[in-house]
């Protein structure tokens, strides 16, 4: 938090912000994410997967998936989010997503201190959901998250808010998912740092791994309360490091240290950053991949 304030100082006082972020401010002030791309492009992934619209109900459904720009735009994240959407459906799950009405939450803005653009973000969501009367929301990232569960309702929108973490726990557990046995796999997994430490959610990611046959679950020297941040919680995707060793060569190379045959996330920036990582130290033999994708390779 203090970390956060003094950004806050930094950018909506003394206007010290480098050029690639105000590229991407411009992107999330212009077109509602920070990839720039056009709303009407949001919905894309859902092709031919017959995923309702919830504007085109006439009656709520039991959740919204909040899809985030990651889910929406980038081409590695939608495989994620259409392997996620598959596995909802095959459990009969009842879920709608906002297509184009969906906005950037604000995180990126606010992690890295324009509050300013963080609220105009808030506030035109909270405005969104409210219209369709949304109560549930499902995530796959964990910092959409974090900001509508726990920093939304400081500005009126108050949901009940789970990652799909949680949604995939309570699916295997009650059998609503079932699974075919698989060949033997060892996985790590990456604890993040906005369903972890921010939000205690250390057992449902694991509880996922050792629901699927053949894999044997590893643990990273650094995980739960004392995980390592890929860096992106900080704004990194977002912007240069220009002193030291990068934040995810240091993680990348603390998930190659378990011998691995998979590591596993639960977050769109995480594979971002991790898949940047390990590409950069030659870990071409060890899978990157979302704990959506692990159970839906395993249906």
Not at 101 to 117: F, H, M, S, V, W
Not at 193 to 218: L, M, N, S
Not at 249 to 257: G, K, N
Not at 287 to 297: G, H, I, N
């Amino acid at each position: 938090d203090t970390i956060v304030d003094m950004r806050r100082y930094l950018v909506l006082t003394e206007s010290e912000v480098s050029p690639e972020v105000v590229r991407t401010f411009r992107n999330i002030e212009d077109n509602g994410n920070p990839w720039g791309l056009s709303s009407s492009f949001r919905a894309d992934w859902a092709k031919d997967m017959e995923i309702p619209l919830i504007h085109e109900l006439d009656e709520a459904p039991e959740y919204l998936f909040f899809v985030g720009c990651a889910g929406s735009f980038d081409d590695r994240q939608k495989k994620v989010t259409q392997a996620f959407a598959r596995v909802l459906k095959s459990a009969g799950v009842s879920f709608a997503i906002l297509g184009g009405q969906e906005k950037c939450t604000g995180d990126p803005a606010r992690r890295i201190g324009n509050e300013y653009l963080y609220q105009i973000c808030a506030e035109a969501n909270i405005e969104t959901l409210n219209k369709h009367e949304v109560t549930k929301i499902i995530t796959t990232c964990p910092h959409c998250f974090h900001t509508i569960a726990k920093e939304y309702p400081q500005m009126g929108g108050n949901y009940e808010v789970l990652h799909h973490t949680e949604i995939l726990a309570t699916l295997l557990r009650t059998g609503r998912v079932k699974l075919k046995s698989g060949e033997s796999q060892k996985i790590a997994y990456h604890d993040s740092c906005y369903i972890g430490r921010w939000a205690g959610i250390y057992d449902a990611p694991r509880d996922i791994i050792d629901a699927i046959p053949g894999a044997d679950r590893a643990e990273m020297d650094l995980n739960k309360r004392q995980s390592f941040c890929c860096g992106a919680g900080g704004g990194r995707m977002w912007m240069e490091e220009e002193y030291g060793k990068r934040i995810n060569y240091e993680r990348s190379d603390q998930a190659i240290a378990t011998g691995a045959d998979v590591v596993a996330v639960a977050c769109p920036f995480c594979l971002t950053m991790l898949d940047d990582g390990m590409k950069h130290r030659g870990a071409d033999d060890v899978q990157l991949m979302d704990l959506a994708e692990l159970v839906d390779s395993s249906l």
